[in-house]
């Protein structure tokens, strides 16, 4: 096992589970510094800020604490405890405050890791690029679509290095799917179904809440930005995937890792219409976003994939765990992709016999006795006449598992930190994203408005 990937599970171990991602901004900031670029050595450290302090960033921030190249030297976040844990875990020299702006003024900041909640992603991801700095963008790139190309023009505008951090499908794992899809293992692909599913209050974003939540340790008006004005409510600070106002729902949450995997593997653009049904069936509390949803997204058929239909499945109260993470679904096999291995079961459709046809479940042996005796005098003078080859169906399953050394994150931030010192290669930039990430959360759209949802996967626009 490498010494990063030890280093980030004896981190994680140590930090323990903590609450929900919060955000810290304010208003928009004026690019003070577009034209000019900070050239950075192959040599020199990626100095890195995180806006935001919540789980995930601690463990973005932790994988990239181990990480050579890169040195995280400041962050950001409403509530008051989150910054003194930073402290505490990552070095009491970690700047920190409540104001991301102040992360963005400092020059020595060469790169954000934005991990704020869904509703302040656009905004810090354009102001950061204005002011000179590299962004990784958490999942799912946006939460309001206006806010993806408003992101994807700034990236054009500053160059400014941009990658979107649903880092699952890195793993060799999707590399050998992709491959196999490719070599005609399954046939001609026809549906693929994805399951994102959990049974646990954590997982249903119960998070825990600190007994010293208030506005005297959380600055609520930041943490709102651009949302409707509430009066202060911590639920909605340390929960606030159940709400509309600030997150995505299971949609943005985890509908978004199947697509930006599913994209990759089938070199897709996206799909063209969009439908979902769901609510809240188990989780009664007082949550906005369901606990249950499930989406059909129908694909053309392009020159890198046939047409299929995607299902996509999220049920927060599923005692069966939700199965493989995704089955694609040919003609001739299946292939099932799990966590740490792949299946593939090549079952090509045979012949039928003789008798099967006559005898077995057909509508043959509806015909009067005439008209069967002259079908299979027919048939057979067919089979006479022509030449039958013999068909192998060639049936057989196969189990691929990943290295068991392999961390994503390592390897995502790693191409992070090399494209901001200059080797760009990314694939996951802010396009990539939004094209993820919009198919992802219209199932919210069609679930609240009874409606299904035309998308144009090239312009990236609701049609």
Same mark, same amino acid.
């Given at each position: 096992?490498?010494?990063?990937?030890?280093?980030?599970?004896?981190?994680?171990?140590?930090?323990?589970?903590?609450?929900?991602?919060?955000?810290?901004?304010?208003?928009?900031?004026?690019?003070?510094?577009?034209?000019?670029?900070?050239?950075?050595?192959?040599?020199?450290?990626?100095?890195?800020?995180?806006?935001?302090?919540?789980?995930?960033?601690?463990?973005?921030?932790?994988?990239?604490?181990?990480?050579?190249?890169?040195e995280f030297v400041a962050a950001a976040d409403c509530y008051t405890g989150r910054l003194a844990r930073t402290k505490e875990v990552f070095g009491k020299e970690i700047f920190t405050t409540q104001n991301y702006k102040e992360l963005l003024e400092r020059k020595d900041i060469d790169a954000v890791i934005i991990n704020t909640p869904d509703h302040w992603h656009g905004q810090i991801a354009v102001d950061s690029m204005n002011a000179g700095k590299a962004v990784y963008i958490e999942k799912p790139v946006i939460q309001k679509i206006e806010d993806g190309h408003r992101i994807i023009q700034v990236e054009k505008e500053t160059g400014q290095t941009t990658i979107v951090g649903s880092k699952?499908?890195?793993?060799?794992?999707?590399?050998?799917?992709?491959?196999?899809?490719?070599?005609?293992?399954?046939?001609?692909?026809?549906?693929?179904?994805?399951?994102?599913?959990?049974?646990?209050?954590?997982?249903?974003?119960?998070?825990?809440?600190?007994?010293?939540?208030?506005?005297?340790?959380?600055?609520?008006?930041?943490?709102?930005?651009?949302?409707?004005?509430?009066?202060?409510?911590?639920?909605?600070?340390?929960?606030?995937?159940?709400?509309?106002?600030?997150?995505?729902?299971?949609?943005?949450?985890?509908?978004?890792?199947?697509? $930006?995997?599913?994209? #990759?593997? *089938?070199?897709? =653009?996206?799909?063209?219409?969009?439908?979902?049904? /769901? !609510?809240?069936? @188990?989780?009664?509390?007082?949550?906005?976003?369901?606990?249950?949803?499930?989406?059909?997204?129908?694909?053309?058929?392009?020159? $890198?994939?046939?047409? #299929?239909? *995607?299902?996509? =499945?999220?049920?927060?109260?599923?005692?069966?765990? /939700? !199965?493989?993470? @995704?089955?694609?679904?040919?003609?001739?096999?299946?292939?099932?992709?799990?966590?740490?291995?792949?299946?593939?079961?090549?079952?090509?459709?045979?012949?039928?016999?003789?008798?099967?046809?006559?005898?077995?479940?057909?509508?043959?042996?509806?015909?009067?006795?005439?008209?069967?005796?002259?079908?299979?005098?027919?048939?057979?003078?067919?089979?006479?006449?022509?030449?039958?080859?013999?068909?192998?169906?060639?049936?057989?399953?196969?189990?691929?598992?990943?290295?068991?050394?392999?961390?994503?994150?390592?390897?995502?931030?790693?191409?992070?930190?090399?494209?901001?010192?200059?080797?760009?290669?990314?694939?996951?930039?802010?396009?990539?994203?939004?094209?993820?990430?919009?198919?992802?959360?219209?199932?919210?759209?069609?679930?609240?408005?009874?409606?299904?949802?035309?998308?144009?996967?090239?312009?990236?626009?609701?049609?």
């Amino acid at each position: 096992m490498n010494r990063n990937r030890m280093h980030r599970r004896g981190f994680l171990k140590t930090m323990g589970v903590g609450a929900a991602i919060s955000a810290s901004s304010s208003q928009s900031i004026q690019a003070k510094s577009r034209s000019v670029e900070k050239k950075i050595s192959p040599n020199d450290k990626v100095r890195i800020a995180s806006i935001g302090m919540g789980i995930i960033a601690f463990e973005n921030m932790g994988v990239l604490a181990s990480m050579p190249e890169a040195e995280f030297v400041a962050a950001a976040d409403c509530y008051t405890g989150r910054l003194a844990r930073t402290k505490e875990v990552f070095g009491k020299e970690i700047f920190t405050t409540q104001n991301y702006k102040e992360l963005l003024e400092r020059k020595d900041i060469d790169a954000v890791i934005i991990n704020t909640p869904d509703h302040w992603h656009g905004q810090i991801a354009v102001d950061s690029m204005n002011a000179g700095k590299a962004v990784y963008i958490e999942k799912p790139v946006i939460q309001k679509i206006e806010d993806g190309h408003r992101i994807i023009q700034v990236e054009k505008e500053t160059g400014q290095t941009t990658i979107v951090g649903s880092k699952q499908f890195r793993q060799p794992l999707y590399q050998k799917a992709k491959d196999f899809i490719a070599k005609g293992e399954i046939g001609k692909l026809t549906a693929v179904e994805a399951v994102v599913s959990r049974n646990s209050g954590i997982g249903a974003w119960q998070y825990s809440i600190p007994t010293d939540a208030s506005e005297k340790t959380i600055d609520w008006k930041m943490f709102l930005g651009s949302a409707p004005d509430r009066p202060f409510d911590a639920d909605r600070f340390f929960r606030w995937r159940k709400y509309w106002d600030y997150g995505t729902g299971v949609s943005g949450d985890m509908f978004v890792h199947r697509l $930006s995997a599913l994209h #990759f593997i *089938l070199n897709s =653009k996206g799909p063209t219409q969009i439908s979902a049904m /769901g !609510g809240v069936r @188990y989780w009664y509390d007082n949550r906005e976003a369901p606990d249950i949803l499930m989406a059909l997204l129908d694909y053309p058929a392009t020159s $890198s994939h046939p047409s #299929f239909t *995607l299902i996509l =499945k999220a049920n927060f109260a599923d005692a069966s765990g /939700g !199965g493989p993470a @995704y089955r694609f679904i040919g003609d001739e096999g299946v292939l099932e992709i799990g966590w740490r291995s792949l299946t593939v079961k090549r079952n090509p459709r045979g012949k039928s016999t003789e008798q099967q046809i006559v005898e077995g479940y057909n509508s043959v042996r509806t015909f009067s006795q005439q008209q069967q005796d002259e079908f299979v005098k027919e048939y057979r003078k067919y089979k006479s006449q022509t030449k039958m080859e013999v068909e192998t169906r060639n049936t057989y399953e196969m189990e691929w598992k990943g290295p068991d050394d392999y961390d994503a994150g390592h390897d995502h931030f790693g191409r992070f930190l090399s494209a901001v010192k200059g080797n760009n290669d990314i694939i996951q930039d802010a396009t990539y994203g939004l094209r993820a990430a919009a198919p992802s959360i219209i199932p919210n759209y069609c679930m609240r408005e009874g409606k299904v949802y035309n998308w144009d996967p090239y312009a990236m626009k609701i049609i």
